[in-house]
């Protein structure tokens, strides 16, 4: 059974691009979480998303963020026109049910914006 | 609200050193506690959990007591090893917004050295 894959590990984007970071949960969970490592601080919660819904986003930036989780594919966290300061390590945890102890992370990716 | 606060870093050890790092917590209510861990370039591991007052959890030799007295969940080890360098994050789950919230401290780095 894998476990939550993330890609791409790394990606380096130009001031102003746009930053397109994929998630898939582990086989059989539906919920998805999404979190922020900037350097040097903890994991700061960003959205929670279940299969084509968007359960809670009160940690996304209002502007150029943007997530989704389809019926079918991984989640995707969009960021548009990136900025220096979204550079960070952006994590995607999974758990099978929404009453779960424990979220699963994956291994992140970690953007860079020039 | 609700926050986890964590000794700061880096912790620097010999091996075979005990080891301490310590972790408290405000929260509405009654939370899990969680200890993760990040080695160099993975995401977050599950160390160990509690999820009452007066637990205590363990893994690999890590120990966390859940003191709901001192609203604190001190990590320990009694010999830790220079694979035990990575960074350990506390956190607390809670059931808010119909869902359960990780909200994680800020990590401490442990090294350990030979």
């Known amino acids: 059974n894998a476990g939550v894959m993330q890609n791409p590990r790394h990606l380096v984007r130009r001031r102003g691009q746009e930053a397109r970071l994929r998630c898939s949960p582990m086989k059989g969970h539906s919920h998805v979480y999404w979190y922020r490592q900037l350097p040097e601080e903890g994991l700061k919660f960003m959205v929670y998303?279940?299969?084509?819904?968007?359960?809670?986003e009160s940690g996304m930036p209002k502007e150029r963020f943007s997530a989704e989780f389809p019926k079918e594919g991984p989640s995707i966290l969009r960021i548009q026109q990136v900025v220096r300061g979204d550079s960070a390590a952006y994590f995607c945890?999974?758990?099978?049910?929404?009453?779960?102890?424990?979220?699963?992370f994956g291994p992140g990716t970690r953007l860079t914006v020039t | 609200g609700n926050s986890v606060t964590q000794m700061e870093g880096p912790v620097t050890l010999s091996e075979e050193a005990f080891l301490t790092i310590n972790c408290t917590y405000t929260?509405?209510?009654?939370?899990?506690l969680f200890w993760y861990v990040q080695y160099p370039g993975e995401g977050l591991q599950l160390l160990l959990k509690?999820?009452?007052?007066?637990d205590k959890g363990s893994n690999k030799g890590f120990e966390a007591t859940y003191r709901k007295e001192t609203t604190s969940f001190h990590l320990e080890k009694g010999s830790v090893q220079v694979s035990d360098s990575a960074v350990y994050f506390c956190?607390?789950?809670?059931?808010?917004?119909?869902?359960?919230?990780?909200?994680f401290g800020a990590g401490t780095r442990l090294a350990v050295h030979p």
């Open positions: 509690a999820t009452k007052a007066d």
């Open positions: 945890a999974s758990s099978p049910k929404i009453d779960s102890y424990e979220q699963y």
């Open positions: 998303l279940q299969k084509e819904n968007i359960i809670d």
């Open positions: 929260a509405t209510g009654y939370p899990s």
């Open positions: 956190a607390l789950l809670m059931f808010s917004g119909g869902y359960n919230k990780l909200i």
